[in-house]
T-cell receptor
Framework: ETGVTQTPRHLVMGMTNKKSLKCEQH?????MYWYKQSAKKPLELMFV???????ENNSVPSRFSPECPNSSHLFLHLHTLQPEDSALYLC?????????????FGPGTRLTVL | DQQVKQNSPSLSVQEGRISILNCDYT??????FLWYKKYPAEGPTFLIS?????DKNEDGRFTVFLNKSAKHLSLHIVPSQPGDSAVYFC?????????????FGTGTKLQVIP
């Protein structure tokens, strides 16, 4: 595997379900991000982990719970979601402190909440 | 309040001609600007960037221009090729505590007609 991978690619869940999204980066980066992309809206930053510590939580509802067990893996735990949470969830990674500025994105998980 | 705006949701250009994608921003603290390209079912990929201290950056067929006084940047693609058909996101960064805080626009869908 290369780059940033995300599983599952598609997820349909009911409002009472609990599920998790997984992201893995194979680039040796030290920062990872969760973004939400809803239709006709810009990518919204949800969480940032730098050196495995959460450094940003953009006022995201508590029904979204991130976990970063190590620098290569990032999870987004979901519970009691609402239909308006249906969106594309993108994971990204970057190498902070090198002057390189781009983030590398995974393909995303298309989430539908019924 | 949207700090990065892409006012054209779509653009069609003939193959071989120039494509110009525009982006406006409101936050004077942005110190770096990036363009990402996204194909369907894939995550965004980094294309080109420009520091706020420059007014032009060129990479092959892609050139980004920055007009700080107008808070405007544009991406020029010349000559345009059918493979350039994708959604292009403008993004702007504020350096904050050693990690990237990137704000994205809503994207412009470019179609290059053969």
């Amino acid at each position: 595997e290369t780059g940033v991978t995300q599983t599952p690619r598609h997820l349909v869940m009911g409002m009472t379900n609990k599920k998790s999204l997984k992201c893995e980066q194979h680039l040796g980066h030290n920062a990872m991000y969760w973004y939400k992309q809803s239709a006709k809206k810009p990518l919204e930053l949800m969480f940032v982990y730098s050196l495995e510590e959460r450094v940003e939580n953009n006022s995201v509802p508590s029904r979204f719970s991130p976990e970063c067990p190590n620098s290569s893996h990032l999870f987004l735990h979901l519970h009691t979601l609402q239909p308006e949470d249906s969106a594309l969830y993108l994971c990204a990674s970057s190498q902070e402190g090198t002057g390189l500025d781009e983030q590398f994105f995974g393909p995303g998980t298309r989430l539908t909440v019924l | 309040d949207q700090q990065v705006k892409q006012n054209s949701p779509s653009l069609s250009v003939q193959e071989g001609r120039i494509s110009i994608l525009n982006c406006d921003y409101t936050n004077s603290m942005f110190d770096y600007f990036l363009w990402y390209k996204k194909y369907p079912a894939e995550g965004p990929t980094f294309l080109i960037s420009i520091s706020s201290i420059k007014d032009k950056n060129e990479d092959g067929r892609f050139t980004v221009f920055l007009n700080k006084s107008a808070k405007h940047l544009s991406l020029h693609i010349v000559p345009s090729q059918p493979g350039d058909s994708a959604v292009y996101f403008c993004a702007a960064r504020v350096s904050d505590g050693g990690y990237q805080k990137v704000t994205f626009g809503t994207g412009t869908k470019l179609q290059v007609i053969p």
